[in-house]
């Protein structure tokens, strides 16, 4: 019996050592990058608050600066990304075929997301999921509070499929109206053939600006399906997967540890434990992963912690104005959370 | 047990003032150089930049139904409702080295409060009245909440323009419409907890 143990134990260490050398000849992605001099990021063809390019063709967003956050950790430099603009059909095919280091394109994971296109998520830098706009006149904050009315919604999309079963589960009835588009569903909401509109939140704070009177609607609270945008790899590179991961989670720790763009050379000269292992000034966390022990400091240094990256992109300091909502940090009224660094 | 926090909490805050001004940074506005304009009747009428404009926001906690939770770095103050939701209200907060945290009862509300500036305040800023009548141009606006023995409030405001900046001695200042709203939503003995954001 011991025997039989002892030749498993034998046989696992066998194992573990094969998948460390596997693991060290897939570990290409972090050389090619440094190599190449810039990390090639896929994002959305323009989609504000997300990735969107000015007029002088400068990329800003929440999804931008998760890229800024990996250049700024590789690099010490948040400019050296070249944006792949790629539509919702490419985006997986240029991570496999290696057109792109990461993908960062608010896009929805799901499992067979990961095992068709062989991509892995690393995290989920914006939780959205469908919510209703209605008119302020009505003087409606729940979406419970919505039995009877007239919604307008996009046909043939998941959120019309959501939208039955949100209804029937709640036992409310309500008349359907869809449209083919998401420009002619809007534009039917805003001449008032419905009293909601539904669709994905972070899409409602978008398309309430393109209403006649924005001011006169509102978005409710409620969120009723489950749309965790993340960045993705291609799989196969653990060590790229970790750094991509935890250049999220550093920007979450260091909004949780009051890290910001701002005091992060006050940062440097912490006593706290957990300060000091998030900006390097205490163990080789970095180190372990490719990287240098100022990994993430140099991310909160040259593009912020979560809070800072959300409020300028989407939040109080954007045209979006979305409250933080389930994207607050789990402390603070959310559900965003990190694992800690140590 | 809620005594206990605040026994022990109120003197740490006491020293921390008395000893060295606690500094903290801002993300969202910067810091608005404007003082206290006793007198002042402001115009109602202006509406709020949308983001500090009272609205009903996902928002979960562990504190129940009724609890207010100030977020002094967002400049937000959210009135839980319970089922994973709250409203949530603009305000300005207190300056830098005049921000602090814990938790307070509501002690007393008052409609059209009369002002008479702490002496701390007023050896601050000396030129400030020594008392005034409550009324329009009144600096605590239409209603104000007392918290715990501390010369801490939410009150209102006849600046509105100071809503999301951090201008106040430590104060919670609101809109006259919305400290009106949140004063009818609040009895005394409410739970207050004021967060900000750690420090380094």
């Known amino acids: 019996m011991r025997n039989a143990a002892l030749s498993f134990a034998r046989t696992a260490l066998a194992c573990v050592a094969a998948l460390g050398v596997t693991g060290a000849a897939s570990a290409q992605t972090l050389k090619a990058v440094k190599d190449r001099g810039v990390l090639n990021c896929g994002v959305s063809t323009g989609l504000p608050g997300f990735s969107n390019p000015d007029d002088k063709g400068v990329w800003s967003g929440i999804d931008v600066d998760l890229c800024r956050a990996v250049a700024a950790a590789v690099f010490n430099d948040a400019g050296k990304v070249k944006y792949v603009p790629l539509n919702a059909e490419d985006r997986f095919k240029a991570l496999q075929s290696g057109t792109i280091d990461v993908l960062s394109r608010n896009s929805t994971w799901t499992m067979s997301r990961e095992s068709e296109f062989n991509v892995a998520f690393t995290g989920v830098n914006y939780y959205d999921g469908q919510g209703f706009m209605v008119r302020k006149a009505l003087k409606k904050d729940s979406a419970l509070d919505l039995d009877n009315s007239k919604v307008c919604v996009q046909s043939g999309t998941t959120t019309q499929l959501n939208l039955g079963d949100y209804f029937r589960t709640n036992n409310m009835k309500y008349q359907e109206m869809a449209f083919p588009d998401a420009a002619a569903t809007l534009k039917a909401y805003d001449s008032g053939q419905c009293d909601v509109f539904t669709s994905d939140v972070s899409q409602l704070y978008a398309e309430r600006l393109g209403l006649s009177a924005p001011n006169d609607h509102v978005i409710l609270p409620d969120v009723i399906s489950k749309e965790p945008l993340g960045p993705a790899v291609k799989q196969g590179d653990s060590q790229w997967l970790e750094i991509v991961k935890w250049a999220h989670f550093a920007m979450l720790n260091a909004e949780e540890l009051g890290v910001t763009s701002k005091n992060v050379d006050e940062a440097l000269k912490s006593t706290k434990p957990d300060v000091k292992r998030l900006v390097g000034t205490e163990g080789a966390y970095g180190e372990q992963i490719g990287l240098t022990k100022d990994w993430a400091a140099r991310i909160i240094r040259l593009v912020g912690n979560y809070g800072e990256s959300y409020e300028r992109n989407v939040g109080t300091g954007s045209k979006l104005g979305i409250p933080r909502g389930l994207n607050h940090l789990w402390s603070e009224g959310g559900i965003q959370y990190a694992p800690p660094i140590r | ?200």
């Not at chain 2, 402001?42 to 609890?67: C, H, I, K, N």
């Not at chain 2, 007392?146 to 209102?156: A, D, F, K």
Request: charged share 20%; net charge positive.
């Open chain 2, 1 to 200: 047990m809620i005594k206990f926090r605040r026994l022990i909490w109120m003197p740490i805050l006491a020293a921390a003032f008395a000893v060295l001004p606690i500094s903290h940074g801002f993300t969202q506005s910067e810091d608005m150089n404007i003082g206290d304009e006793p007198g002042l009747v402001p115009d109602e009428s202006v509406q709020l930049p949308p983001q500090f404009q009272r609205q009903m926001v996902l928002y979960r906690t562990t504190e129940p139904p009724g609890t207010i939770i100030v977020h002094t770095n967002e400049r937000f103050l959210y009135l839980v409702q319970g089922n994973g939701r709250a409203i949530r209200y603009g305000v300005r907060v207190g300056r830098e080295g005049f921000q602090w945290q814990g938790l307070l009862k509501i002690t007393r509300k008052a409609e059209w409060p009369d002002w008479t500036p702490p002496p701390e305040m007023i050896k601050r800023q000396p030129y400030l009245p020594r008392f005034m009548a409550g009324g329009p141009g009144n600096p605590l606006g239409a209603r104000a909440m007392y918290l715990g023995t501390t010369v801490y409030r939410i009150h209102g405001t006849n600046q509105p323009q100071t809503i999301g900046h951090a201008v106040s001695s430590g104060c919670f200042g609101m809109v006259n419409a919305d400290i009106m709203d949140l004063y009818d939503r609040v009895p005394v003995g409410t739970k207050v907890v004021v967060k900000q954001r750690p420090s380094v």
